[in-house]
């Protein structure tokens, strides 16, 4: 079975159950393969619930976003953040990279 890891974009408003974001789950788990989706842990929570067929092979990890300077305390979408600070964000998703090859190694 092939293990995959999906990362959420910054702004997880685009992710609805009818959305882009969704179908390729589905497809996924129809051919068999585990899917590990892993964002911030407020942007988990605004995540479309998963639908029971696909609970067994679909995980959520939420991994929290590391410090950044100039980036304020609770910020973890481009909801969240005006235009200008945008790059903060995306600095603080790229420190995922150690969290996730953590997880990769656990998979």
């Known amino acids: 079975m092939l293990s995959i890891a999906i990362t959420a974009p910054p702004s997880i408003k685009s992710c609805t159950r009818n959305n882009v974001q969704e179908a390729p789950r589905r497809r996924i788990h129809y051919l068999g393969h585990f899917v590990t989706f892993t964002s911030s842990p407020k942007n988990i929570v605004h995540m479309p619930k998963t639908p029971k067929s696909l609970e067994a092979l679909i995980k959520l990890v939420r991994l929290p976003?590391?410090?950044?300077?100039?980036?304020?305390?609770?910020?973890?979408?481009?909801?969240?953040?005006?235009?200008?600070?945008?790059?903060?964000?995306?600095?603080?998703?790229?420190?995922?990279?150690?969290?996730?090859?953590?997880?990769?190694?656990?998979?």
């Open 65 to 107: 976003l590391p410090h950044i300077e100039n980036l304020q305390k609770g910020v973890e979408n481009t909801m969240d953040i005006l235009g200008t600070k945008n790059y903060f964000l995306k600095k603080a998703y790229e420190g995922f990279q150690d969290a996730m090859a953590e997880l990769l190694k656990l998979s």
